[in-house]
């Protein structure tokens, strides 16, 4: 079946330092792939997203590369903010499985100033 | 346009009670799933509804279930609950393959 592995946490930074949360999935064919974020007290919001191989999803300078030949979505930012701290969840999207994501245990950052 | 709403956002029961919990899809989207979320699982996937039908189930008992009405407004059902079913219940509508999710009901079983 399909699954995703994201790289254990928490993860704690210094503001602008660069960020990598690794993503790894198993899956046949070509999934959708997508980065969420959840807030304290909130639900999960889009982060970004690509749909197939050689994709880069990116918003609010947040970045992740399909990359089918390592089965990865790795998330980067080159300079985090406070306001980052957050828990981050990758995420696959396989239309064979109706509207049903799977998700990654989630990797929680704290940015500290 | 507005979000994916969800009522009530906090619930408490005890256990062997039941709950009902009520999602507003964003206007124009059909796909309504459930997740629930917990420090120990995670997030999993409950079941989703598409059209009033049931499109898709995750792997729970059966005294979990939903409803979707021809608004596209879902309703899920929890009966005869248990400690353990404490959780962050998540409602998503989607179109296509972006699922957009409400802010959760938190609700915790004494």
């Known amino acids: 079946g399909n699954s995703v592995t994201q790289m254990e946490g928490p993860v704690t930074l210094s503001e602008e330092a660069f960020l990598t949360i690794n993503c790894t999935y198993t899956?046949?064919?070509?999934?959708?792939l997508f980065w969420y974020v959840q807030y304290p007290g909130e639900g999960l919001q889009l982060l970004l997203k690509a749909t197939k191989a050689d994709d880069k999803g990116s918003n609010k300078g947040f970045e992740a590369t399909y990359r089918k030949e390592t089965t990865s979505f790795h998330l980067e930012k080159g300079s985090v903010q406070v306001s980052d701290s957050a828990v981050y969840f990758c995420a696959l999207f396989k239309e064979t499985s109706g509207s049903r994501l799977t998700f990654g245990e989630g990797t929680q950052l704290t940015v500290n100033p | 346009k507005a979000g994916v709403t969800q009522t009530p956002r906090y619930l408490i029961k005890t256990r062997g009670q039941q709950v009902t919990l009520s999602c507003s899809p964003i206007?124009?989207?059909?796909?309504v799933s459930w997740y629930q979320q917990t420090p120990g699982q995670g997030l999993q996937f409950l079941f989703e509804?598409?059209?009033?039908?049931?499109?898709n189930k995750g792997n729970f008992p059966g005294r979990f279930s939903g409803r979707q009405f021809s608004n596209s407004r879902s309703e899920m059902n929890v009966s005869t609950l248990e400690l353990g079913d404490s959780a962050l219940y998540l409602c998503a509508s989607s179109l296509k393959d972006e699922q957009f999710f409400g802010p959760g009901t938190r609700l915790t079983v004494l």
């Open positions: 899956a046949t064919g070509y999934p959708s």
């Open positions: 206007s124009g989207h059909r796909s």
């Open positions: 509804y598409f059209s009033e039908t049931q499109r």
